[in-house]
């Protein structure tokens, strides 16, 4: 099990900024690629951002790429979410999630690749 714990969540005006964070517990989180996930109100959960154990790759779904850098502190066991020019279609319940290799759920941009999810945190942002 890796316990995690989303924060940072919040209301922001569109053209603003918001940091997420996701920490875990235990000693294992250096072996976890994580991901962020977020879902909006009757829409399908959308893949964010990934990035690999050691932090140098990163991977980014269309609508979010050029303003959304995700990062990690394995020492801190915390991965970031660095979202900004926020828009209103933003706006969603974000998830961050673990991959644990050992298993395979799918592809990485899909949710069933993840093996454990913290409780999601809201952000909005106004129009």
């Known amino acids: 099990q890796v316990p995690l714990v989303e924060s940072g969540g919040g209301l922001v005006q569109a053209g603003g900024s918001l940091r997420l964070s996701c920490t875990a517990s235990g000693d294992t989180f250096s072996n976890y690629p994580m991901g962020w996930f977020r879902q909006a109100p009757g829409k399908e959960r959308e893949f964010v951002a990934r990035?690999?154990?050691?932090?140098?790759?990163?991977y980014y779904g269309d609508s979010v790429r050029g303003r959304f850098t995700i990062s990690r502190d394995n020492a801190k066991n915390a991965v970031y979410l660095q979202m900004n020019s926020l828009k209103p279609e933003d706006s969603a319940v974000y998830y961050c999630?673990?991959?644990?290799?050992?298993?395979?759920?799918?592809?990485?941009?899909?949710?069933?690749?993840?093996?454990?999810w913290g409780q999601g945190t809201q952000v909005t942002v106004s129009s």
């Open positions: 999630a673990a991959d644990d290799l050992r298993t395979y759920g799918g592809t990485w941009s899909l949710p069933t690749a993840y093996d454990y």
């Open positions: 990035i690999a154990t050691n932090g140098l790759h990163t």
